[in-house]
């Protein structure tokens, strides 16, 4: 075994890890990238099917983000946000809400960084809790989210997060917040719909009744006068929760129902923005920041973090309104400053990144490459039908989850014991090609600069993958 895997089992702790597991093998240990490929310390060289599980959004050790770094770099690496400012971070934050500007109210006009997607929802959380309390609406605020959601790991970024597996671990510290069902087709237990080779969002059979149950929680609460402060939700597709996308007018349905019941909206796109799970089918539409606008739905709150800085330092943002800005204003004496930051609050190598980025994404190169591959993708997901253990691909932008069953006419699934997920997986990373499962989901998240004959290979090896574990018949 190589030394460096050797000094990896011996001291590194892996995040959501069985750790039993990892000691049994030896680690790939990745030792540099460049675009869609990543090379391990024996020259092996992978495809990055899950761009670094979300965050990579150009390819690795692009030179235009290189740059921007390396020149920062030779200012300062970092200064405190505390009493300073820094002209990366004024000039992202300026950008940011350039960016996030529609024609919707109310205007998102204030930027407040952090470092990873579960503190950007932490702030957002934070925030609107003190923001309903201060306004007088209650005293004790509620949030409703989706099932199954994941918004971080932090305690209350867990709070807001419906999966049961975290929960049971945690119970005893974290506060309490309802859920609500969230729009998943192929299980849907209102969709009438018998399996059909195609995503399940295109076939369905239903009268809409997800959005029944989310006006009928909201009613129920305004009734009963606890009324809900915020209303939580990822746009278009939940990610974590295993990549379950949303049939079109869902969101803009159900925004309409929380703002009809004066509840705040918390849109988490750490994984959506930047153009991820944005439709890129017109090439001329430009960059949409939030994925959120493709629904015509303008929040209160926005939580930025993976593809910000493009993959490349640990930067996020939580974007509000003036509205919620201005109850934290008062005389010094009030106390109503906004308590919270950390160490590296807007670090300014990875602001400068981060700026670089998003000039990146504006470009006519990356939208063209974003809606080539977007075509690539589909085309080449179209060929897993042809397996019998698979039951639904779902596309959305540039995120696919393709799930695993026992038997695709009655969608029967695998226990999560038998990890057909995992096994997956690993039969991929033995034909070069790395990504991750959510259970018996099988992720694709491509590096926007992956070409065609990549994705090709990302989703061949998957074929491949699936017949070997799973069989053919
Ligand atoms: C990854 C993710 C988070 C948490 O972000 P971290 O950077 O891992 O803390 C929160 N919400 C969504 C939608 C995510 O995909």
């Not at 959501?16 to 030792?31: G, K």
């Not at 007018?249 to 988490?268: E, F, N, P, S, T």
């Not at 017109?282 to 960059?287: E, F, I, Q, R």
């Not at 994404?361 to 974003?370: F, Q, T």
Request: proline share 5%.
């Amino acid at each position: 075994m190589h030394r460096l895997a050797e000094l990896d089992l011996a001291y590194h702790w892996h995040p959501f890890t069985q750790m039993r597991d990892w000691l049994e093998r030896e680690p790939i240990v990745i030792a540099s990238g460049r675009g869609a490929v990543l090379r391990d310390i024996y020259g092996r060289q992978y495809l990055d099917a899950n761009s670094s599980i979300w965050t990579n959004l150009h390819g690795h050790n692009h030179p235009g983000l290189n740059r921007a770094l390396q020149s920062q770099l030779r200012k300062v690496a970092h200064v405190s946000a505390l009493g300073f400012a820094n002209p990366p971070a004024a000039r992202l934050a300026a950008r940011l809400i350039e960016l996030a500007h529609s024609s919707g109210e109310p205007a998102l006009k204030k930027v407040f960084f952090s470092d990873n997607g579960s503190t950007a929802m932490e702030v957002a959380l934070k925030l609107a809790y003190e923001f309903t309390r201060r306004s007088g609406r209650t005293a004790k605020p509620r949030f409703l989210s989706l099932a199954g959601a994941y918004h971080g790991d932090t305690v209350g970024a867990v709070s807001l997060g419906h999966i049961d597996l975290f929960h049971r671990a945690y119970g005893g510290l974290l506060f309490k917040s309802d859920q609500v069902m969230a729009p998943y087709c192929y299980r849907c237990r209102f969709n009438r719909a018998r399996p059909e080779r195609a995503d399940a969002r295109e076939y369905r059979h239903c009268q809409w009744q997800c959005v029944d149950q989310v006006e009928a929680r909201f009613a129920r609460a305004t009734r009963q006068q606890r009324p809900y402060s915020a209303f939580v939700f990822e746009p278009r597709i939940q990610g974590a929760a295993g990549m379950i996308p949303q049939p079109d007018g869902w969101l803009q349905r159900v925004a309409k129902i929380a703002r009809a019941h004066r509840a705040l909206l918390i849109a988490d796109e750490v994984l959506t923005a930047f153009g991820r799970a944005g439709s890129s089918e017109n090439p001329k539409s430009g960059m949409p920041l939030l994925a959120a606008h493709t629904e015509g739905v303008q929040p209160d709150f926005v939580a930025l973090a993976k593809g910000l800085t493009g993959g490349y330092l640990p930067m996020a943002a939580t974007l509000t309104t003036p509205a919620v800005f201005e109850a934290f204003l008062g005389d010094y004496a009030e106390f109503k400053t906004f308590f919270h930051g950390h160490s590296y609050t807007a670090n300014p190598l990875a602001a400068a990144t981060a700026l670089a980025n998003l000039h990146l994404l504006d470009s006519r190169a990356s939208i063209h490459a974003r809606h080539r591959l977007h075509t690539a993708l589909r085309h080449e997901l179209a060929s897993l039908w042809a397996l019998p253990g698979v039951g639904d691909v779902r596309q959305v932008g540039l995120i696919a989850g393709v799930e695993l069953v026992r038997n695709w006419r009655t969608r029967e699934p695998f226990d999560l014991r038998d990890q057909a997920g995992i096994r997956v997986c690993e039969a991929m990373a033995r034909r070069g090609v790395l990504t991750r499962p959510i259970g018996n989901v099988v992720v694709i998240v491509p590096p926007y600069c992956a070409s065609p004959v990549q994705v090709h290979r990302m989703v061949r090896a998957l074929r491949l993958s699936v017949a070997e574990v799973l069989g053919t018949g």
